[in-house]
């Protein structure tokens, strides 16, 4: 899905969870839509794990 649907989200004035594996992709992400002026939360997590996936739901 990528930036897309998080992006429409913040355009749509919604909160927004960013969640990847990758630390540097996932704060570059964050930080751009928060400097937009967006509510957004970032998490490191490896979305192909369940435990990882189920976690971030909590």
Request: hydrophobic share 45%; proline share 2%.
């Amino acid at each position: 899905m990528g930036l897309a649907t998080p992006r429409a989200f913040a355009a749509s004035n919604a909160a927004a969870a960013l969640a990847d594996v990758t630390q540097e992709k996932l704060d570059e992400a964050t930080k751009d839509l928060t400097a937009r002026g967006h509510d957004v939360l970032g998490v490191r997590c490896d979305v192909s794990n369940q435990d990882c996936t189920v976690a971030v739901g909590r």
